[in-house]
């Protein structure tokens, strides 16, 4: 029976420190939803998991879950279940009897335990391998024995702590399938956290973008790449692109020129961001700029893998990024045309004070 | 690269067993021809069993309460709060203290005319026989002490490195905090636990000065034995001592082995 997670103004503190892990965050995740915690290392994305499984308590606000306060409720009794990034497999204990682990120490037998525990271990792929000890696994037979450890729990919520980050790219993207297969088969409601932002497109219906324990915006993965709410959203996706100028009257008008932006927009100072994935290149051109398009040239291309990413400059030393699919023909110094799909295209507001990172911080995905 | 350590611990350790073996079975006398014989273990064999009796006794009683205040102090330790704090500090101080001034510190603390009787107005004549009594009571209380804080620091020390982050993943599968230590805790720290407390039985068994000052002077432990009859003003008392030792050696590697024996039968140690 999966259950919604609401948090509401939480904040933590640990210690006596002076920067507080979190700060004033509210989540609202439906009951059967995914909903991935995306960050930089140290922005407080564990810590959310932490206290919404009990193991740590808020220094202000509070987790509700399916309506009920649990700030008061030991972390054995939520009916939470986590996956950490180690699996934490019990040494001790059989591959089979680490699944059985939360029916056992529920008072079932030990072989209505083992029973009930072959269900998940068969759910996870791994039949067979029951009767192993946990060091006979690879890294990722672990993290499928732990998560259906977890499940074997019958947990309506199921926290995952960056649970694939130590496993390489193809063991993760079975990860994601078998995650996929468990949503269908027991639908539990999923918070994963993860510093991969392809990752938490892959699996979650939700992102949560959180930096410095502030909970930035929570919205669907469409939006947090097409809508960012800020510079800052825009930058922890990866966005590449940001035009300072001004909107005035359903245009933004910078040195780019004049570019249609979404009729909701205020008039005043904005920065234009559109994802470079989104940006359509024209091949070398000698031709007149499309009515949503701009015309550049070409400054640098670099190859990442299969596609290429190319930087167009423009007036007043402004730079456009680009991604290309494979075979597309430009080359440094030509003329192209740039078109910017006015679906993708979005304002947000000039930064208030010094806004940490730079456009695109990590490599363009 | 352990060779210069070994060396030198396997000439001593070696060398000491044999020595004394010999010397037990006539082999090595200090006076007189060389002639074998087990003279020294049949000639005393009942005090022997008697004394390997009250040995066994006193390590396997101080032992066993050992670890269980031991197991109890780690998990404190472990737990992380203020009294947690103090209790690691405190056994890190006992286990500096000889166990000489333990056992004054305890004989001072239990005898008769102590400082227990005195601040609980208890008379001498109606005060138990704590120290040189039946019981062995001082004898036990001081191992006891000393040793549990040995096995909670070796017990605490495993549990804070392994033990943390499988408690908590064991909390998100139901289990309460007895759960956890029956099902968790106690098995991974199972492992130091033993060692720890077979090195403490083994040390308690081979160790004379606390029996010495605090137990009685009839029967006496092994250890007490060997140390009387070594220092016996007759030289053909010598055999008889090393005979006493050589019991206790043989004792203390059998229980090593059963020791090490059992753990090698553990998933853990698999």
Same mark, same amino acid.
């Given at each position: 029976?999966?259950?919604?997670?609401?948090?509401?103004?939480? /904040?933590?503190?640990?210690?006596?420190?002076?920067? +507080?892990?979190?700060?004033?965050?509210?989540?609202?995740?439906?009951?059967?939803?995914?909903?991935?915690?995306?960050?930089?290392?140290?922005?407080?994305?564990?810590?959310?998991?932490?206290?919404?499984?009990?193991?740590?308590?808020?220094?202000?606000?509070?987790?509700?879950?399916?309506?009920?306060?649990?700030?008061?409720?030991?972390?054995?009794?939520?009916?939470?279940?986590?996956?950490?990034?180690?699996?934490?497999?019990?040494?001790?204990?059989?591959?089979?009897?680490?699944?059985?682990?939360?029916?056992?120490?529920?008072?079932?037998?030990? %072989?209505?335990?083992?029973?009930?525990?072959?269900?998940?271990?068969?759910? %996870?792929?791994?039949? !067979?391998?029951?009767?192993?000890?946990?060091?006979?696994?690879?890294?990722?037979? @672990?993290?499928?024995?732990?998560?259906?450890?977890?499940?074997?729990?019958? +947990?309506?919520?199921?926290?995952?702590?960056?649970?694939?980050?130590?496993?390489?790219?193809?063991?993760?993207?079975?990860?994601?399938?078998?995650?996929?297969?468990?949503?269908?088969?027991?639908?539990?409601?999923?918070?994963?956290?993860?510093?991969?932002?392809? @990752?938490?497109?892959?699996?979650?219906?939700?992102?949560?973008?959180?930096?410095?324990?502030?909970?930035?915006?929570?919205?669907?993965?469409?939006?947090?790449?097409?809508?960012?709410?800020?510079?800052?959203?825009?930058?922890?996706?990866?966005?590449?692109?940001?035009? @300072? !100028?001004?909107?005035?009257?359903?245009?933004?008008?910078? +040195?780019?020129?004049?570019?249609?932006?979404?009729?909701?927009?205020?008039?005043?100072?904005?920065?234009?961001?559109?994802?470079?994935?989104?940006?359509?290149?024209?091949?070398?051109?000698?031709?007149?700029?499309?009515?949503?398009?701009?015309?550049?040239?070409?400054?640098?291309?670099?190859?990442?893998?299969?596609?290429?990413?190319?930087?167009?400059?423009?007036? !007043?030393?402004?730079?456009?990024?680009?991604?290309?699919?494979?075979?597309? $023909?430009?080359?440094?110094?030509?003329?192209? /045309?740039?078109?910017?799909?006015?679906? $993708?295209?979005?304002? %947000?507001?000039?930064?208030?004070?010094?806004?940490?990172?730079?456009?695109?911080?990590?490599?363009?995905? | 690269?352990?060779?210069?350590?070994?060396?030198?611990? *396997?000439?001593?350790?070696?060398?000491?067993?044999?020595?004394?073996?010999?010397?037990?079975?006539?082999?090595?006398?200090?006076?007189?021809?060389?002639?074998?014989?087990?003279?020294?273990?049949?000639?005393?064999?009942?005090?022997?069993?008697?004394?390997?009796?009250?040995?066994?006794?006193?390590?396997?009683?101080?032992?066993?309460?050992?670890?269980?205040?031991?197991?109890?102090?780690?998990?404190?330790?472990?737990?992380?709060?203020?009294?947690?704090?103090?209790?690691?500090?405190?056994?890190?101080?006992?286990?500096?203290?000889?166990?000489?001034?333990?056992?004054?510190?305890?004989?001072?603390?239990?005898?008769?005319?102590?400082?227990?009787?005195?601040?609980?107005?208890?008379?001498?004549?109606?005060?138990?026989?704590?120290?040189?009594?039946?019981?062995?009571?001082? *004898?036990?209380?001081?191992?006891?002490?000393?040793?549990?804080?040995?096995?909670?620091?070796?017990?605490?020390?495993?549990?804070?490195?392994?033990?943390?982050?499988?408690?908590?993943?064991?909390?998100?599968?139901?289990?309460?905090?007895?759960?956890?230590?029956?099902?968790?805790?106690?098995?991974?720290?199972?492992?130091?636990?033993?060692?720890?407390?077979?090195?403490?039985?083994?040390?308690?068994?081979?160790?004379?000065?606390?029996?010495?000052?605090?137990?009685?002077?009839?029967?006496?432990?092994?250890? *007490?034995?060997?140390?009387?009859?070594?220092?016996? *003003?007759?030289?053909?008392?010598?055999?008889?001592?090393?005979?006493?030792?050589?019991?206790?050696?043989?004792?203390?590697?059998?229980?090593?082995?059963?020791?090490?024996?059992?753990?090698?039968?553990?998933?853990?140690?698999?």
């Amino acid at each position: 029976m999966s259950r919604t997670v609401s948090l509401h103004e939480v /904040s933590k503190t640990f210690g006596a420190s002076q920067h +507080p892990a979190l700060t004033g965050v509210s989540l609202e995740v439906p009951a059967g939803s995914c909903t991935a915690i995306l960050g930089p290392s140290g922005s407080g994305k564990s810590t959310i998991l932490r206290v919404i499984a009990g193991l740590e308590r808020v220094s202000a606000g509070k987790v509700v879950v399916d309506g009920t306060d649990v700030g008061g409720i030991a972390a054995e009794k939520r009916g939470i279940g986590m996956v950490f990034q180690r699996p934490l497999l019990f040494p001790h204990l059989s591959v089979l009897d680490n699944i059985a682990f939360s029916q056992r120490v529920g008072g079932a037998s030990r %072989v209505a335990s083992r029973r009930h525990a072959q269900h998940y271990l068969d759910l %996870v792929q791994l039949g !067979g391998f029951g009767a192993r000890s946990v060091q006979a696994l690879s890294g990722g037979q @672990e993290q499928r024995v732990a998560i259906a450890r977890a499940l074997a729990a019958a +947990p309506g919520v199921l926290l995952l702590d960056e649970p694939f980050s130590a496993l390489d790219p193809a063991l993760r993207d079975d990860m994601h399938e078998l995650l996929d297969d468990i949503r269908r088969a027991e639908a539990p409601t999923i918070i994963l956290v993860t510093h991969d932002r392809d @990752e938490a497109s892959a699996v979650a219906d939700n992102i949560a973008v959180i930096d410095g324990g502030e909970l930035l915006q929570h919205d669907t993965v469409d939006h947090l790449y097409n809508r960012p709410a800020s510079i800052r959203v825009s930058r922890l996706m990866g966005g590449l692109n940001e035009i @300072e !100028g001004t909107v005035q009257a359903g245009m933004h008008v910078s +040195p780019l020129g004049r570019v249609p932006v979404p009729a909701n927009t205020p008039d005043g100072p904005g920065i234009l961001v559109i994802r470079h994935e989104a940006i359509e290149v024209s091949p070398c051109t000698e031709a007149a700029a499309p009515p949503s398009g701009v015309i550049g040239h070409v400054s640098r291309v670099r190859r990442f893998g299969p596609r290429r990413m190319v930087s167009v400059a423009f007036r !007043g030393g402004l730079l456009l990024h680009a991604a290309l699919p494979p075979g597309d $023909a430009v080359r440094d110094g030509c003329r192209v /045309s740039l078109t910017l799909p006015p679906q $993708a295209v979005s304002v %947000v507001a000039v930064p208030i004070g010094p806004v940490f990172g730079e456009p695109g911080s990590g490599a363009p995905r | 690269m352990v060779l210069p350590a070994l060396v030198p611990a *396997v000439f001593v350790v070696a060398g000491g067993v044999g020595a004394a073996a010999m010397q037990s079975l006539g082999l090595m006398p200090l006076v007189g021809p060389v002639r074998f014989s087990a003279d020294a273990y049949t000639g005393q064999a009942e005090d022997l069993f008697r004394a390997l009796g009250l040995s066994l006794a006193i390590a396997a009683v101080s032992t066993v309460i050992a670890a269980v205040f031991g197991v109890g102090t780690a998990l404190l330790i472990v737990g992380g709060r203020w009294c947690g704090r103090i209790l690691a500090a405190t056994s890190a101080a006992t286990v500096t203290i000889p166990h000489l001034i333990g056992a004054a510190t305890v004989g001072l603390l239990l005898a008769d005319s102590g400082v227990l009787a005195r601040v609980l107005g208890v008379p001498p004549e109606l005060w138990p026989s704590l120290v040189g009594g039946p019981w062995w009571l001082a *004898v036990v209380a001081e191992y006891a002490w000393k040793e549990s804080a040995f096995i909670a620091l070796i017990v605490a020390g495993t549990l804070i490195t392994r033990v943390a982050r499988f408690d908590e993943a064991a909390a998100l599968l139901g289990a309460t905090r007895w759960m956890r230590f029956r099902f968790v805790m106690l098995p991974l720290a199972l492992p130091a636990l033993a060692i720890s407390s077979t090195i403490a039985f083994v040390y308690t068994l081979g160790s004379y000065e606390v029996a010495w000052l605090l137990g009685r002077t009839y029967p006496e432990p092994l250890a *007490v034995m060997a140390l009387r009859l070594f220092n016996s *003003v007759s030289l053909t008392a010598r055999p008889e001592a090393a005979a006493a030792a050589v019991l206790t050696t043989l004792v203390s590697f059998l229980v090593v082995g059963a020791c090490f024996w059992a753990l090698r039968k553990t998933a853990l140690w698999r």
